[in-house]
């Protein structure tokens, strides 16, 4: 089975710390996926990664930055946390296909809270 | 810019009926519609795709129909059970809808 795993479920931070959130998964998966989700308005993409040292910006890039030095790993940093970034951050994988579908895998979540 | 849309955030049905739950999109940047399924404390799990070269996809209790003038989707359960009251999301490559939540009642 595919497995994608968060660092932690539960993160609770005050404002102005740094955070890192680290996602790990084990299928050998090209693609990697931050996003948050946040009531009504579902799941928002952060960041993505095609390959190791790669990284592209979503649709809510600011305040965040993304790190994947091995192919595996994918991690999401807040340089100063601010309490609009509490949420749910779901981490996803998949692999580089085309001209079929391409389901994503995620992992459990990370709920953040920033005081 | 590519968007997807749902624009319920909730239905509730009776166990044994149909629930139908609906997707719009403005630009489709990806030849495949997906539905993904969250329950609670849990990440999505992928359910079922639609290939924008169809119009039907099914899979046993499952059917997603894709309206591409209309530019509508919807993802269809019958019968409905209780085990599928969970949170459904629509998707085109890394874009969501705001995903709808489903209850369904013994």
């Known amino acids: 089975d595919v497995k994608v795993t968060q660092s932690s479920r539960y993160l609770v931070k005050r404002t102005g710390e740094k955070v890192f959130l680290e996602c790990v998964q084990d299928?050998?998966?090209?693609?990697m996926f931050w996003y948050r989700q946040d009531p009504g308005l579902g799941l928002r993409l952060i960041y993505f990664s095609y390959d190791v040292k790669m990284k592209e910006k979503g649709d809510i890039p600011e305040g965040y930055s993304v790190s994947r030095e091995k192919k595996e790993r994918f991690s999401l940093i807040l340089e100063s946390a601010s309490t609009n970034q509490t949420s749910m951050y779901l981490c996803?994988?998949?692999?580089?296909?085309?001209?079929?579908?391409?389901?994503?895998?995620f992992g459990p979540g990370t709920r953040l809270t920033v005081l | 810019d590519q968007q997807v849309k749902q624009n319920s955030p909730s239905l509730s049905v009776q166990e044994g009926r149909i629930s139908i739950l609906n997707c719009d999109y403005t630009n489709s940047m990806f030849d495949y519609f997906l539905w993904y399924k969250k329950y609670p404390a849990e990440g999505p799990t992928f359910l079922i795709s639609i290939s924008s070269i169809k119009d039907k996809n099914e899979d046993g209790r499952f059917t997603v129909f894709l309206n591409k003038s209309a530019k509508h989707l919807s993802l269809h359960i019958v019968p409905s059970q209780p085990g599928d009251s969970a949170v459904y999301f629509c998707a085109n490559d890394m874009r969501f809808g705001a995903g709808t939540r489903l209850t369904v009642k013994p």
């Open positions: 299928m050998d998966h090209e693609n």
């Open positions: 996803a994988s998949s692999f580089r296909v085309s001209g079929d579908y391409n389901e994503q895998f």
